[in-house]
């Protein structure tokens, strides 16, 4: 069965830092990946998916990820974090040609101002 | 907003009752997910449907039942209810077509389930 990993429970950052958020799935056929992005009392939203071509995704609100096939990795960078990026962050992994998502357990960002 | 309705937002009841939660899936997607978020559990995969009928089951209890009715909105039945069943509990849809899908999901906006 799949499964995702995300590296870290619980980021704490500063204004202006970078971030990196570690994703790894297991499952070895084609995969179509996801950052979700969970506001403080709101809904998942989407940042940004991989389905194929260019491993570096650009998404929303200056989110990237690279799909790094060898190391089965998915991980969301931004270069600068704002207050406004304090959120849960879910990676989420779904077979090519399937329909079942599998999400990891989330990461928490907390930007301090 | 992301198309995706679920009704209540809100709902508070005692141990042992019943409760359905309603999803209205955005328009045109056929498939319809269920997961449950609690603190301790993080976001848990309970049930897929597509098109009316069930594709997939993950940590779902024998206590909590779905159905995706002909017009495409879905119920989540959960009964004797126990403490540990409060959770916010999402619906998603995505477009799916049979045995293919590359489309993402779209939440909607969760019910928060009380159990007192």
């Known amino acids: 069965a799949q499964s995702v990993s995300q590296h870290n429970h619980h980021v704490i950052l500063s204004e202006a830092a970078s971030l990196e958020l570690g994703c790894n799935y297991s499952?070895?056929?084609?995969?179509?990946l996801f950052w979700y992005v969970q506001y403080p009392g709101q809904h998942l939203q989407l940042l940004l998916k991989y389905f194929s071509g260019d491993p570096l995704v650009k998404g929303i609100k200056g989110f990237e990820a690279e799909f790094i096939k060898s190391k089965f990795s998915f991980n969301l960078r931004k270069p600068s974090v704002q207050w406004s990026d304090t959120a849960e962050y879910f990676c989420?992994?779904?077979?090519?040609?399937?329909?079942?998502?599998?999400f990891g357990p989330g990461t928490r960002l907390s930007v301090l101002p | 907003d992301s198309g995706v309705t679920q009704t209540p937002k809100h709902l508070i009841t005692a141990t042992g009752q019943r409760v359905t939660l309603r999803c209205s899936p955005r328009s045109g997607d056929l498939s319809v997910y269920w997961y449950q978020q609690s603190l301790d559990q993080g976001l848990q995969f309970l049930i897929q449907?597509?098109?009316?009928?069930?594709?997939a089951k993950g940590n779902i209890l024998e206590r909590f039942s779905a159905q995706q009715f002909p017009d495409l909105h879905s119920e989540l039945n959960l009964s004797s209810l126990e403490l540990g069943d409060s959770a916010l509990y999402f619906c998603?849809?995505?477009?799916?077509?049979?045995?293919?899908?590359?489309?993402?999901?779209?939440f909607g906006e969760g019910s928060r389930l009380t159990v007192l």
């Open positions: 998603a849809s995505s477009v799916a077509w049979d045995r293919v899908s590359r489309g993402e999901l779209f």
């Open positions: 449907y597509y098109n009316g009928e069930e594709r």
């Open positions: 989420a992994v779904k077979e090519n040609y399937g329909q079942n998502f599998v």
């Open positions: 499952y070895g056929g084609t995969v179509n």
